[in-house]
C-alpha cells in the first residue's frame, strides 16, 4: 500500500481502503510506503479522524494488537489509538 492509496481513500471516502489503512497503520498488517515517516503519523491522524464513528468490526488482530476484545469497532479502535497517540506514533516511526 502507498500513502497516496491512504490519501485518495480519505477525500473519496473509500471506507473499505480507510479500513485497510488503518490496520495496515495500527498493526502491521501490511506495508505502507511513504516518503518518510511523519507522513504515515499524520495519515493515521486523519483516519482516525474519518473513523471516529464507524461501527464496523475490526479485524480480530488490530483489535488485539490494540488490547481490545474481539468484535471491537473501527470508532474504538480510532478513539484508542488517540488516548494512547505517543506510543502509536512511535511504533509507526520504528516500524519505517
Not at 2 to 13: F, N, Q, S, W, Y
Not at 35 to 61: F, H, I, T, W, Y
Request: with cysteine; charged share 20%.
Amino acid at each position: 500500500m502507498k500513502l497516496r492509496d491512504i490519501t485518495d481513500a480519505l477525500v473519496g471516502e473509500d471506507q473499505a481502503m480507510m479500513r485497510q489503512a488503518f490496520g495496515a497503520l495500527v498493526a502491521g498488517q501490511e506495508a505502507v510506503e511513504a516518503a518518510s515517516p511523519g507522513m504515515l503519523v499524520v495519515a493515521l491522524n486523519r483516519l482516525c479522524a474519518a473513523l471516529q464513528k464507524d461501527d464496523g468490526v475490526m479485524p480480530e488482530a488490530v483489535a488485539q494488537f490494540l488490547g481490545l476484545p474481539a468484535g471491537s469497532s473501527f470508532a474504538a479502535g480510532a478513539a484508542r489509538v488517540k488516548a494512547d497517540w505517543t506510543r502509536m506514533s512511535r511504533t509507526i516511526v520504528e516500524r519505517v
